[in-house]
């Protein structure tokens, strides 16, 4: 936890240096597009049902909607910015959306077409929001461009496309299709930033294959690493990571 921290605090010095300069007097401002890795809230309130426990156990000592028992990464740089956690774009009852707007969705994939319910988890769902909260929020004068352009736009996303295509297609057809998650996400970076989006900050995914849910479906056929997790699917989120590094790479 200690170097997590470490690296928010470096990531976000970095972010205020640049993206503060402008404007120093203004709160960060954030806008999240993501899974549930970085959903604080949102599925919950689309689905109508609150999280139980043990979500929220260990910091919120109560569910929050977040797909998990304390903070997410996104909630650290919140703090390490010292800002609010951000609001989910569908909360209804007590929206602040002062420090920016947390678009994410839990189940959501980086597919950029507009999907409708129940299937409305896209990344290209959440930039459709995000277009028309900008216009919304322009016109009613609570956002400049000024303000957009010295905003952080973070992605959180692609971790359900390799677990969807990991549960069915060969180890080989899910690599063919890691170019197209990354394509997807450096879509909606071009997207964003012909909206005035100057500041970008994109997550990797984690040893997919390391997943309690898929360490849980090992058997005897199922190729394992030296740390008991599924090969396979770690393979796919290494190949993944690299092309978020450098999208001239081949799997």
Known sequence: MKSISLCLRRLSLEYLN?????????????????????DTGGASVLGGKPLEFPEGRTFFHEPTGRVSNGRL??????????????????????PDFSNGVNFALAGADSRVGISIPPNAFTLGNQ???????????????????????????????????????????????????????????????????????????????????????????????????????VSDRNKAAAAFNLLSIDPRRRC
């Open 127 to 229: 930039f459709a929001e995000l277009s028309r909260f900008q216009n919304v929020s322009i016109r009613r004068g609570s956002l400049d461009a000024g303000q957009v352009k010295s905003a952080l736009f973070m992605l959180d996303i692609g971790q359900n496309d390799l677990q969807f295509d990991s549960d069915n297609l060969t180890p080989q057809e899910v690599l063919e299709r890691v170019p197209i998650v990354a394509s997807n996400i450096r879509d909606t970076m071009q997207k964003l930033y012909q909206l005035g989006g100057r500041n970008f900050w994109v997550h990797n995914t984690g040893p997919l294959g390391c997943l309690p849910s898929n360490v849980a479906r090992i058997n005897a056929s199922t190729a394992v690493d030296e740390y008991g997790c």
């Open 73 to 94: 990464i996104l909630d650290f740089l919140c703090e390490s910015l010292e800002t609010k956690f951000l609001t989910p774009y569908l909360e209804l009852f007590t």
């Open 18 to 38: 640049t993206a503060t300069a402008a404007a120093c007097s203004n709160e960060p401002l954030i806008f999240n597009f993501g899974d549930s890795n970085s």
